[in-house]
């Protein structure tokens, strides 16, 4: 038996009577109790992840920008032109040669030739080795910091605790810092690496740290009035925020064009040559067969990945990911459907079809539904 990976905050999770489970190779909590009052917490006031399982990498040399520009659907001189703010960050997608996603990501521009870039844990060797067979040719070096923790704060309330937190202890002009920070904007002081981004739809930020200061910061985030949070109330809030899961709602035989991810995709210029374009560029002028779609369900139940939507009794398509929805209160989904179907359609559950509401992919934001 495989033993498994633990964060540097694991000890805390534990005395706290986290239920642990095996994600991707670590041992990380679900729930410290229950996770529709984690999922509320998040959405009314602060609470915080342990998400140190993530792989972060930094990216430096004069090739950097050449590197991403060809390795990342997404265009690099969105964030680091000449009329860029230091500190950017931007998500996109990285692309095998048929136009499948390898994975989703998020890069930061912080000055100069450097970048850090953050990928999901469950796919790390992949990425990785990836990553680095097109960084051949170019002049740069990607180096993954595997000592770097990292602690999602998120909730309306999260921006405010954050920042006194960081006036407190790293200095009244770092909270200044810290609080002229833009949504999808990062700074960074003496180790600590704060990006106002989440995985949640709500506002907040991940911090990044050297390894040995994670559980302190934890412990003073508690102190704040912070409550630690599961993977699985991450889950039902990104769900509810209409964001992917990669394995679930993306993976390598499927587009973004296909996955609501157009806005993600920077086809112009029309000179930039990133892996998996000339795919992308087909089904920009022809239409995709397939598209991704927001599903509520007109009855009770829940729907779970894998079941069956049908439309005239015949398979349309089928959920990605789905489950309960604790700001709703009820069962929502993501599904990829046939591109054709615009009407709501049935799934099947337990061999009884019961009817589905199609609607774009987003349900909460920011706390209101959408």
């Known amino acids: ?47 915080m992840f342990d998400v140190s399982h993530m792989v972060v990498s930094d990216l430096i040399g004069t090739g950097a920008a ?28 990285m692309l095998n040669e048929e136009g499948g ?21 469950a796919t790390r060797e992949n990425d990785l080795s990836w990553m680095n067979s097109v960084l051949e040719g170019f002049d740069a070096t990607l180096t993954e910091q595997s000592k770097v923790a990292m602690v999602a704060v998120q909730g309306p309330e999260a921006r405010e605790l954050v920042i006194a937190w960081g006036a407190d202890k790293l200095g009244a002009e770092v909270g200044k810092d810290i609080k002229s920070l833009e949504r999808f904007f990062a700074t960074e002081y003496d180790g600590w690496f704060i990006g106002r981004t989440g995985y949640t739809g709500e506002d907040g930020f991940e911090v990044m740290m050297v390894e040995d200061k994670a559980t302190l910061f934890w412990e003073e985030m508690l102190i704040a009035g912070v409550k630690p949070c599961g993977l699985g109330a991450r889950d039902t809030l990104r769900l509810e925020a209409g964001m992917m899961l990669y394995g679930s709602d993306l993976d390598a035989v499927t587009t973004p064009l296909e996955s609501a991810l157009s806005w993600s995709v920077g086809l112009d210029p029309a ?24 599903v509520l369900l007109d009855g009770r139940g829940v729907m779970r990945d894998h079941q069956k939507l049908l439309f005239g009794g015949e398979q349309v398509g089928e959920i990605t990911s789905g489950g309960f929805s604790p700001t709703l209160n009820r069962t929502i989904a993501l599904a990829r459907i046939r591109a054709d179907v615009t009407e709501n359609c049935e799934v099947e559950m337990r061999g009884k079809m019961v009817p589905v509401i199609i609607q774009r992919p987003l349900f909460v934001r920011n706390g209101q539904p959408i």
């Open 1 to 47: 038996m495989t033993k498994l990976l633990k964060t540097p905050i694991n000890a805390a999770h534990l005395q706290a009577g986290a239920k642990m489970v095996d994600f991707g190779g670590w041992e990380m909590p679900l729930h410290y109790g229950s996770q529709v009052e984690e999922h509320h917490t998040i959405r009314n006031h602060a609470g």
């Open 66 to 93: 050449d590197y991403l520009s060809k390795l990342l659907a997404n265009d690099i001189a969105r964030i680091n032109n000449s009329n860029a703010l230091i500190g950017k960050a931007l998500y996109s997608c």
């Open 101 to 121: 996603v390898i994975d989703d990501l998020i890069v930061y521009w912080m000055g100069g030739d450097r970048y850090r870039i953050v990928t999901n844990a």
């Open 271 to 294: 000179e930039r040559r990133f892996i998996g374009r000339e795919l992308l560029d087909e089904q920009k002028e022809r239409g995709v067969n397939r598209k991704l779609v927001g």
